[in-house]
């Protein structure tokens, strides 16, 4: 089992920079690959970000590829979503989630937890 908690999100403007934490609970998380997923009014749960075991390979979407980064802290259990040149089509709730496939999974139904959100805004 385990639980995520995100945090970090705000209302921000167009160019500027959000750094989203998401803590796990557990003493499994190195054994999880972690994804970050979007979710805005009215729209389905989109993929922005996936991280291996071992934090060594990355993989991301088209529309976040060059401006966000996905990093982990194994040793405190934490991943992060930099997010850089925020734009306002990046608005939404932001979701990180946990999954034991060992190989790039940007479908929501591959992952075994979810944390409950961090809201990001984006003004222009």
């Known amino acids: 089992q385990v639980q995520l908690v995100e945090s970090g999100g705000g209302l921000v403007q167009a160019g500027d920079s959000l750094r989203l934490s998401c803590a796990a609970s557990?003493?499994?998380?190195?054994?999880?690959?972690m994804g970050w997923f979007r979710q805005a009014p009215g729209q389905e749960r989109e993929f922005v970000a996936w991280i291996s075991m071992g934090g060594t390979i990355t993989y991301y979407a088209d529309s976040v590829k060059g401006r966000f980064t996905i990093s982990r802290d194994n040793a405190k259990n934490t991943v992060y979503l930099r997010m850089n040149s925020l734009k306002p089509e990046d608005t939404a709730a932001y979701y990180c989630a946990a999954g034991t496939r060992r190989t790039v999974a940007t479908h929501s139904a591959l992952y075994d937890f979810w944390g409950q959100g961090t809201q990001v805004t984006v003004s222009s």
């Open positions: 557990g003493r499994t998380f190195s054994s999880n690959a």
